[in-house]
């Protein structure tokens, strides 16, 4: 048995009140139930320049593979399609450092990068640095990625408590990021996704300026509009002060349906990897 998945999408980005341009980039392929959002650093506009190559070139390798896929008639595993997250990413980062090299000014740029993929009842997670994924389900949010931070680390390791990290002076000290290296280590994970699920990506320009209360008290009190939703995240960070680039994507399982398998994918189902 495999699953129908109707899915609403939702995305803004914003420069915010402080910083003099956006840093940040999105991506939202529908037609592959896709998403990405990577939040740049770097001199001489260097950021937007990374984070834009992320998220450009993320989003082309990924759907070429996907196309391969289909084209082929195959069904895929949850495995084969977290090892396309992962090349994806890493294309993404070979770009960046190619970029880099070629072009001076470009020199030590760098960006995280989140990015979600639906695949029947799952989501596939990858992410590299500081921007989240979370889970709103039942009422409840849910942060489903761990930072790639020094702060996190610091989380771990007992030194700093949870409620007073959104106050920590190296909160944005980050310990992975595209564009360091020719090696990128990305987490991928995935998840069983239920009808009523909203899952949101965002930069830290969002998580440092909410609370998870206040976030999850916003997504109870609107989870029908997510074009509202978006706008109104934004609004309540640059309202706290929008001290960084803020940028968010909303995905919302509007139904999981199980459908039957055609006699096609039931022969190739041993086949999968």
């Given at each position: 048995m495999t699953y129908s998945v109707e899915l609403q999408f939702a995305a803004k980005t914003d420069t915010g009140l402080v910083r003099a341009h956006n840093e940040d980039a999105i991506e939202v392929c529908a037609e592959y139930k896709a998403v990405v959002l990577a939040d740049g650093m770097g001199g001489y506009n260097a950021g937007e320049i990374a984070s834009g190559i992320a998220t450009t070139v993320f989003r082309a390798a990924l759907e070429q593979q996907l196309q391969q896929i289909q084209?082929?008639?195959?069904?895929?595993?949850?495995?084969?399609?977290?090892?396309?997250?992962?090349?994806?990413?890493?294309?993404?980062?070979?770009?960046?450092?190619?970029?880099?090299?070629?072009?001076?000014?470009?020199?030590?740029?760098g960006?995280?990068?989140?990015?979600?993929?639906?695949?029947?009842?799952?989501?596939?997670?990858?992410?590299?640095?500081?921007?989240?994924?979370?889970?709103?389900?039942?009422?409840?949010?849910?942060?489903?990625?761990?930072?790639?931070?020094?702060?996190?680390?610091?989380?771990?390791?007992?030194?700093?408590?949870?409620?007073?990290?959104?106050?920590?002076p190296n909160k944005n000290l980050i310990t992975r990021a595209l564009g360091v290296g020719a090696h990128i280590d990305v987490d991928v994970n995935d998840y069983q996704t239920e009808g009523g699920d909203i899952y949101l990506l965002c930069s830290d320009?969002?998580?440092?300026?909410?609370?998870?209360?206040?976030?999850?008290?916003?997504?109870?009190?609107?989870?029908?509009?997510?074009?509202?939703l978006c706008s109104s995240?934004?609004?309540?960070?640059?309202?706290?002060?929008?001290?960084?680039?803020?940028?968010?994507?909303?995905?919302?399982?509007?139904?999981?349906m199980p459908v039957p398998l055609s006699w096609w994918q039931r022969m190739t189902a041993g086949f999968k990897s």
């Open positions: 084209d082929k008639g195959r069904a895929a595993s949850s495995k084969s399609l977290q090892r396309l997250m992962v090349d994806a990413v890493s294309a993404a980062n070979e770009q960046i450092l190619e970029v880099a090299r070629i072009q001076p000014q470009y020199s030590g740029m960006t995280t990068l989140v990015a979600a993929l639906f695949h029947h009842d799952r989501i596939i997670v990858a992410h590299v640095g500081d921007s989240r994924a979370y889970r709103f389900r039942a009422g409840r949010l849910e942060q489903i990625t761990r930072d790639h931070s020094q702060l996190q680390e610091q989380i771990d390791a007992g030194l700093v408590s949870p409620e007073w990290a959104r106050f920590a320009g969002l998580s440092d300026m909410l609370a998870g209360e206040q976030m999850s008290a916003m997504l109870a009190d609107n989870d029908t509009d997510l074009e509202l995240l934004v609004q309540a960070a640059n309202d706290n002060g929008g001290r960084d680039n803020i940028s968010v994507i909303l995905v919302k399982v509007e139904a999981s």
